[in-house]
């Protein structure tokens, strides 16, 4: 009976053994499905086909990471391109996303694919605020215009200044450019909006550009044309940090592309939870070539992004 008693205790105990090395192995890996299903699908449509906005992905992906959602990056086949742009939306609107956070190329474009949607979808912006939207990350964009041409006025003896106006392709472009024109105008410099710099690079002197990728065009033309005109300029990409520091960007606004994205992706969040925001400021600084290893501005400049 002593060996029965015994055989049937080691076989509860191997039982038990058995089915914790069952639960061992079944339990982690259901909660590893469980802790990593996306919560909430988001659809990004960038503006652009090169890499301007790695540091504004950065930091999406790490407020996706954070909140348990699930990025879908979405690039044009041609820079800029608002009919590409609105077709990209509009099947993204209708293809289950929880919210989508756009870089937007033509505002009214949007709005009214967002209005022929019958979907209704959170929509957050980048750079600019939408009509219709249900939160939005950018810069005070007229402070942005007129903070560059006080920076301009502080270097500025006499002739023309050239604002670049490539609000077409960059809806943000058009309140910089208002802002920095009523404060030139102010000031009583004289000015003039163009579309392009001229062919004729020697007769530029003063150029204000208000969008990432016209400042990094405007450097390359000057430094390849080896032309002396002052630029100011919006950016802080690597290439613009480098004509900061050479002289090529006389001052340029800066602002973290990094929180943009964070921002951008806890705002898709909230509005697909049902809670809405508006516009959220981004703090800017004027940064000049001599201070760009200033602590506040190496913050800007250098992120620490991992």
Same mark, same amino acid.
């Given at each position: 009976?002593?060996?029965?008693?015994?055989?049937?205790?080691?076989?509860?105990?191997?039982?038990?053994?058995?089915?914790?090395?069952?639960?061992?192995?079944?339990?982690?890996?259901?909660?590893?499905?469980?802790?990593?299903?996306?919560?909430?699908?988001?659809?990004?449509?960038?503006?652009?086909?090169?890499?301007?906005?790695?540091?504004?992905?950065?930091?999406?992906?790490?407020?996706?990471?954070?909140?348990?959602?699930?990025?879908?990056?979405?690039?044009?086949?041609?820079?800029?391109?608002?009919? =590409?742009? *609105? +077709? &990209?939306?509009?099947?993204?609107?209708?293809? #289950?996303?929880?919210?989508? @956070?756009? /870089?937007?190329?033509?505002?009214?474009?949007?709005?009214?694919?967002?209005?022929?949607?019958?979907?209704?979808?959170?929509?957050?912006?980048?750079?600019?605020?939408?009509?219709?939207?249900?939160?939005?990350?950018?810069?005070?964009?007229?402070?942005?215009?007129?903070?560059?041409?006080?920076?301009?006025?502080?270097?500025?003896?006499?002739?023309?200044?050239?604002?670049?106006?490539?609000?077409?392709?960059?809806?943000?472009?058009?309140?910089?450019?208002?802002?920095?024109?009523?404060?030139?105008?102010?000031?009583?410099?004289?000015?003039?909006?163009?579309?392009?710099?001229?062919?004729?690079?020697?007769?530029?002197?003063?150029?204000?550009?208000?969008?990432?990728?016209?400042?990094?065009?405007?450097?390359?033309?000057? =430094?390849? *044309? +080896? &032309?002396?005109?002052?630029?100011?300029?919006? #950016?802080?990409?690597?290439? @613009?940090? /480098?004509?900061?520091?050479?002289?090529?960007?006389?001052?340029?606004?800066?602002?973290?592309?990094?929180?943009?994205?964070?921002?951008?992706?806890?705002?898709?969040?909230?509005?697909?939870?049902?809670?809405?925001?508006?516009?959220?400021?981004?703090?800017?600084?004027?940064?000049?070539?001599?201070?760009?290893?200033?602590?506040?501005?190496?913050?800007?400049?250098?992120?620490?992004?991992?």
């Amino acid at each position: 009976m002593k060996i029965k008693h015994n055989s049937l205790v080691e076989y509860v105990i191997l039982g038990v053994l058995g089915s914790l090395v069952v639960l061992t192995l079944a339990v982690p890996p259901l909660l590893r499905d469980r802790r990593c299903a996306p919560v909430l699908s988001l659809s990004v449509l960038l503006r652009d086909t090169d890499n301007s906005w790695t540091a504004a992905r950065q930091g999406m992906e790490l407020a996706a990471d954070e909140l348990g959602a699930e990025l879908r990056f979405l690039t044009l086949t041609t820079s800029n391109s608002g009919e =590409e742009q *609105e +077709e &990209l939306f509009l099947r993204e609107l209708e293809g #289950g996303a929880d919210a989508l @956070i756009v /870089v937007p190329s033509d505002l009214e474009g949007l709005y009214a694919a967002l209005l022929q949607s019958p979907k209704l979808c959170p929509v957050v912006t980048l750079e600019c605020a939408m009509a219709g939207g249900a939160g939005g990350v950018s810069p005070d964009n007229p402070e942005v215009g007129r903070q560059l041409a006080q920076a301009l006025l502080e270097d500025w003896e006499s002739g023309e200044v050239l604002l670049l106006d490539n609000s077409a392709a960059c809806p943000e472009t058009a309140q910089r450019l208002a802002g920095a024109q009523e404060t030139l105008s102010q000031a009583g410099v004289p000015f003039r909006p163009v579309s392009a710099l001229p062919q004729d690079g020697l007769s530029i002197q003063w150029v204000i550009t208000f969008e990432a990728g016209a400042t990094r065009q405007a450097a390359e033309y000057k =430094e390849s *044309e +080896e &032309l002396a005109f002052a630029l100011y300029g919006v #950016g802080t990409s690597t290439a @613009i940090t /480098v004509s900061l520091e050479r002289g090529t960007i006389a001052a340029a606004a800066a602002w973290s592309d990094y929180a943009a994205g964070y921002l951008a992706v806890r705002q898709a969040v909230e509005a697909a939870q049902g809670n809405s925001r508006s516009l959220e400021s981004l703090a800017f600084s004027i940064v000049r070539g001599e201070d760009i290893y200033a602590p506040e501005n190496q913050k800007l400049l250098f992120p620490v992004t991992s």
